[in-house]
């Protein structure tokens, strides 16, 4: 295992071809899917690219998204991390986009928080980024929740997609 990071109770490592079963567990289940604003997945072949899509933002950029992983069990849990986002959102291009997601057995446990926030300063102290950004829809309470424990601030509220968007940003101290 490839480990890029380590917490307590967690491994971060870049997210494997091997991880589709998992990544399609956790993509095709209607409630991880509630606030992203479009339809789960129906397929594994559609976890199969995301991973060849993540793969790719390790070789061109130089980070991705990467696996959570139980340090007791090694099971995937889900993923966090960043994506370089070139095109154009809210006035905003070539920005570090933090996202996250979990299958639904380990919601409500601290993870999220305790993956994302190594992943913040390892992004800020080892790969020298300047600032962070990350979205939810408004009516994601719990993921708006956790970005504010990470220390992002809501900076805008936008429309994409016919849904209502909160803007939050962190830039290194």
């Not at 919601?107 to 999220?112: A, N, R, T, V």
């Not at 928080?113 to 309470?141: G, Q």
Request: contains cysteine.
């Amino acid at each position: 295992m490839n480990i890029i990071l380590e917490t307590d109770r967690l491994y971060l490592r870049e997210i494997l071809p091997e991880d589709d079963e998992k990544m399609f567990e956790m993509d095709s289940d209607p409630e991880v899917y509630k606030f992203l604003g479009r339809k789960p997945i129906r397929d594994i072949n559609q976890s199969r690219n995301m991973i060849e899509n993540i793969i790719c933002q390790y070789k061109e950029n130089g980070i991705g998204r990467w696996a959570i992983i139980d340090k007791k069990t090694h099971e995937f849990m889900g993923w966090t991390g960043f994506k370089l986002e070139k095109e154009e959102l809210n006035g905003y291009s070539n920005y570090y986009d933090l996202r996250f997601r979990l299958l639904r057995k380990y919601w409500g446990k601290g993870y999220i928080s305790e993956a994302s926030r190594a992943a913040i300063e390892y992004a800020f102290e080892k790969l020298d980024i300047k600032e962070i950004c990350s979205m939810t829809l408004v009516s994601n309470k719990k993921s708006q929740k956790v970005l504010n424990k990470l220390g992002l601030k809501l900076v805008d509220k936008f429309m994409y997609q016919g849904e209502e968007i909160t803007w939050y940003k962190r830039t290194r101290q």
